[in-house]
């Protein structure tokens, strides 16, 4: 199955549609899977005094406005998720939006979202897991912040609540995301410990971790994008403009081919150098019919007939069935 590749657009379309529709055109163009939006209505998520985050605080030029007023001036109402649907259903690529509260939820609920995609910060969240679960829908949990035994919890409580499946993102929640707090093994640990889809939602600065993702069974693949990594906004700095995101996605769709099927044999190409690359045993001398094979009338050089040289020892000490001229590849029937 091909890695799904999720273009996280999250807030940067700084709770305008229009560049959200536009975030939706550079997904697509550069071969996304699905474009990730995230949904939420702003007074019931967080109280009108919570300060910003240090990396929100970093990236926005009003440092002084609370979590607040910076997620009210982001939030898109219903009717705006309503078009972007529409929208990307027009342009054949997979709408997904993070539910960050229950009405939200609820809303989202009646789009038939191919999945739901859950957030590092529900990992702990019970009766929203439950919630979640009884929609009876594919998940995709991202589990930043998390040990082991929280996404454990987490993982059968969707899966009693009625979940028909849960894929599980490893993820670190901080952004930028540094090279030494990746800790890209722990994706295999959560596919030893659950048995299930796995992937990674990558706050890196660059391309290379999600790529080396891959080539560590990632299934699913989220990344932050942006139209302009300039603009006002809490993610816009972490984020990769869409020139990086296509040639990211080029590049895990070229690590998907070179992959393969993990069978080792010579594929259509080789077969056809082997011809005249592999060493083949061949005589060394004129040989007569009845002479016995040793290892001074037989030689091994490249050619494009007879047996190979790995079979050496299953010919020394035969007898020639025919005459051979030097340099002529030995058969045996």
């Not at 939200?104 to 789009?111: A, K």
């Not at 901080?174 to 990558?202: I, W």
């Not at 809490?234 to 769709?253: F, G, V, Y």
Request: proline content about 3%.
């Amino acid at each position: 199955m091909a890695v799904y590749i999720i273009a996280e657009a999250g807030v940067n379309h700084n709770g305008k549609l229009s560049l959200a529709l536009q975030l939706c055109d550079a997904a697509k163009k550069a071969g996304a899977n699905a474009v990730k939006f995230q949904t939420w209505k702003t007074e019931k998520i967080v109280t009108q005094n919570t300060t910003l985050a240090t990396y929100q605080q970093e990236n926005l030029e009003n440092k002084s406005q609370s979590q607040f007023e910076m997620l009210k001036a982001l939030e898109l109402s219903y009717n705006d998720f309503y078009e972007i649907q529409k929208y990307c259903n027009k342009i054949d690529i997979d709408f997904l939006s993070t539910p960050d509260e229950e009405y939200s939820l609820q809303f989202l609920s009646l789009l038939n979202l191919p999945f739901i995609k859950l957030g590092s910060g529900e990992v702990t969240n019970i009766p929203y897991l439950r919630k979640v679960g009884a929609l009876r829908k594919d998940v995709i949990l991202s589990t930043g912040m998390a040990y082991l035994s929280d996404v454990d919890i987490a993982y059968r409580t969707l899966l009693k609540a009625g979940a028909t499946s849960v894929s599980l993102l490893h993820c670190t929640t901080n952004y930028p995301c540094p090279m030494n707090e990746v800790n890209l093994r722990a994706m295999q640990t959560l596919k030893s410990a659950f048995h299930c889809r796995v992937g990674y939602s990558d706050h890196t600065m660059g391309i290379e971790v999600p790529i080396a993702a891959v080539t560590m069974g990632a299934e699913i693949i989220e990344k932050h994008f942006t139209l302009d990594q300039n603009m006002d906004g809490p993610d816009h700095k972490a984020s990769l403009n869409p020139i990086q995101l296509k040639h990211m996605i080029t590049a895990i769709r070229n690590i998907e081919e070179a992959l393969g099927d993990g069978i080792k044999q010579p594929n259509k190409s080789e077969q056809e150098i082997s011809k005249v690359v592999l060493k083949r045993i061949v005589a060394n001398c004129h040989i007569h019919k009845g002479d016995i094979f040793t290892e001074k009338n037989l030689t091994v050089k490249r050619s494009s007939d007879g047996i190979k040289a790995n079979l050496w020892d299953t010919i020394i000490g035969n007898q020639a069935l025919y005459d051979f001229n030097t340099d002529e590849p030995i058969k045996i029937k």
